[in-house]
Antibody, heavy 117, light 109 residues
Framework: QVQLVESGGGLVRPGGSLRLSCAAS????????MSWIRQAPGRGLEWVSY???????DYADSVKGRFTISRDNARNSLYLQMNSLRVEDTAVYYC???????????WGQGTMVTVSS | EIVLTQSPATLSLSPGERATLSCRAS??????LVWYQQKPGQAPRLLIY???NRATGIPARFSGSGSGTDFTLTISSLEPEDFAVYYC???????????FGQGTKLEIK
């Protein structure tokens, strides 16, 4: 069964750091590009970052220089290191698999990140 | 940066009716347009990719069309489980970025 399970969310103060993890199973993880997408409460979807199968990365301008995406193919895991967090980073963070035509074809259930003093 | 504009913001229909959702791009995205469905408290689900290809397991009542700047998601006969929020999305190559529309909420009339 193809599955993505995020973890690591929580409450953090502005300026703080958090590391999200995404455990993949049921498919050959090293062969796939992966992505992080977030959704602020009551808002739409916002792409955050992506990493290729060879670890080429890119970021949305809103997180560039603060967030770092990485992967551990041996552990079938995707990560998002979030530094210098801001109130506006508060959201549910989803990891997703990049499938055919670069569509996001498998999504995790999401993990909530709340940045508040 | 390409902007996707979805219309209407909210669509009120009854089960059995036909739904037509629109997504307009600020410049051509060729056929690189994707549709997702999201229900409350759930992750989005891929429906359509490359404008008109149904994803695995998606019922035939869902269809996508369009190219260039104007795209449509059609649900031929609404089932109760189809009431949700629908997002369109495109991907730019340089710079690499995924862009989502603001969503259309399909609600029961």
């Amino acid at each position: 069964q193809v599955q993505l399970v995020e973890s690591g969310g929580g409450l953090v103060r502005p300026g703080g750091s958090l590391r999200l993890s995404c455990a993949a199973s049921g498919f050959p993880f090293p062969d796939f590009y992966m992505s992080w997408i977030r959704q602020a409460p009551g808002r739409g979807l916002e792409w955050v970052s992506y990493i290729s199968s060879t670890s080429y990365v890119d970021y949305a301008d809103s997180v560039k220089g603060r967030f770092t995406i990485s992967r551990d193919n041996a552990r079938n895991s995707l990560y998002l290191q979030m530094n210098s967090l801001r109130v506006e980073d508060t959201a549910v963070y989803y990891c997703a698999r990049v499938g055919a035509a670069y569509a996001l074809d498998v999504w995790g259930q999401g993990t909530m990140v709340t940045v508040s003093s | 940066e390409i902007v996707l504009t979805q219309s209407p913001a909210t669509l009120s229909l009854s089960p059995g009716e036909r739904a037509t959702l629109s997504c307009r791009a600020s410049q051509s995205v060729s056929s690189y347009l994707v549709w997702y469905q999201q229900k409350p408290g759930q992750a989005p689900r891929l429906l359509i990719y490359d404008a008109s290809n149904r994803a695995t397991g998606i019922p035939a009542r869902f269809s996508g069309s369009g190219s260039g700047t104007d795209f449509t998601l059609t649900i031929s006969s609404l089932e109760p489980e189809d009431f949700a929020v629908y997002y369109c999305q495109q991907r730019s190559n340089w710079p690499f970025v995924y862009t989502f529309g603001q969503g259309t909420k399909l609600e029961i009339k």
